[in-house]
């Protein structure tokens, strides 16, 4: 679909930021593979071939007994008894000496002489998921290795899974924050700056009130009383989040409501909701954009500072904010720490970067130059 003049303009000054640009590549194919984390890092196999009859484990449910074994319960596929199972198409005893069996196997074809139909796990780049405890030699947390190239936590869970893991849980969060968080902020801020007289001064005055609430003591408060959640902490951050908008969008409808255009718009009998957000919004869209980055980066600081606290999400998630208090609490572990600020720098500096450049594709005074 075409772009209209107006909005190929704004693309191509969004271009010429090249630091922005960039970014933007940058950022969406993070983000686009972490999308695919179940794909990337999975402790079961992408595809199974058993007598055959190729399976999809990380779609389906398959217990141990479709493969020749003795358990009702999810075949546990990072075991060598399952994975014999498996390669050996379920005609030889795997208990004994399960590992000679899958090399011999894999070897010949046959084992102890008799030919066997042999089958094959695919598994993900990363064979382990982000709650997956894995068996290490020595304590945790391990060092970076072959195995686990960015270490393990103190709970042998590999890190490079909960990276990817808490990549998409943070930035899923703080996105979906922003926008309801702007939609109420500009719904808010418009009212008020559109209509003036009373109907400012009292969401004035309540915007006043809510917003001199403490609102992480109040998050803290809520989450120690009822079970916490993912949505749990989208609407509480919401709730205090969409103030941040209201000062910046009201300025811009009260400076814009007495313009001509708008004046003219009355006199023709155009609706007051047709007037706020077809021709007087826009104009309070650079104000607003400049305003995103904080929400955003503020929504992934938000959610990092309390899973640090302990008050976010449980500890089995795949937490940003609970891999920076692994790193605290394990100062010998340095590879958790430098994990963490990277992976939020580079998280925070690219979404920046993004606005910016999004802040000046809207600017009229360069789309219309």
């Known amino acids: 679909m075409a772009l209209s003049p107006l909005n190929a303009r704004r693309w191509s000054n969004f271009k010429k930021n090249g630091r922005a640009y960039w970014s933007l590549w940058l950022f969406a194919l993070l983000f686009g593979l972490s999308l695919f984390a179940e794909v990337l890092a999975n402790d079961k196999p992408l595809l199974v071939n058993y007598r055959g009859d190729l399976r999809m484990p990380i779609l389906t449910f ?19 008894e399952v994975r014999c199972l498996i390669v050996s198409g379920g005609l030889v005893d795997c208990f004994d000496d399960p590992e000679g069996v899958i090399a011999e196997v894999e070897e010949t074809g046959a084992f102890a002489g008799a030919p066997v139909e042999q089958g094959w796990l695919l598994w993900p780049p990363i064979p382990y998921s982000y709650d997956t405890v894995n068996n290490i030699q020595g304590a945790a947390p391990s060092a970076p290795d072959a195995e686990h190239w960015l270490g393990t936590d103190d709970t042998a869970r590999d890190v490079l899974a909960r990276v990817i893991y808490g990549f998409r849980l943070s930035v899923a969060f703080a996105l979906i924050t922003t926008f309801f968080a702007s939609a109420l902020g500009i719904a808010a801020g418009a009212v008020q700056g559109y209509f003036g007289g009373w109907t400012d001064l009292l969401l004035q005055r309540f915007v006043e009130i809510w917003g001199s609430t403490p609102s992480l003591y109040v998050i803290i408060i809520v989450v120690a009383i009822i079970p916490v959640s993912f949505w749990l902490l989208v609407a509480l951050t919401v709730l ?23 004046r003219a718009a009355r006199a023709l009998g155009v609706s007051d909701g047709t007037i706020m957000f077809r021709h007087v919004l826009p104009n309070a869209m650079v104000a ?44 010998q572990a340095p590879w958790l720490g430098f994990t963490a600020f990277f992976t939020f720098a580079i998280m925070l500096s690219l979404l920046v970067f993004i606005f910016e450049g999004i802040r000046d594709a809207f600017d009229p005074r360069k789309t219309f130059a």
């Open 62 to 80: 398959y217990p141990e007994t479709d493969f020749g074994g003795d358990f009702r319960t999810e075949a546990a596929y990072r075991e060598v």
């Open 240 to 262: 205090f989040g969409w103030i941040g908008l209201v000062g910046v969008v009201r300025a811009e409808f009260l400076r814009a409501r007495n313009f001509e255009y708008v």
């Open 288 to 331: 607003t954009l400049t305003f995103l980055p904080f929400l955003v980066t503020g929504a992934i600081g938000g959610l990092a500072t309390l899973d640090f606290l302990g008050f976010g999400l449980p500890s089995s998630a795949p937490s940003l904010g609970e891999l920076t208090l692994q790193a605290k609490q394990n100062l």
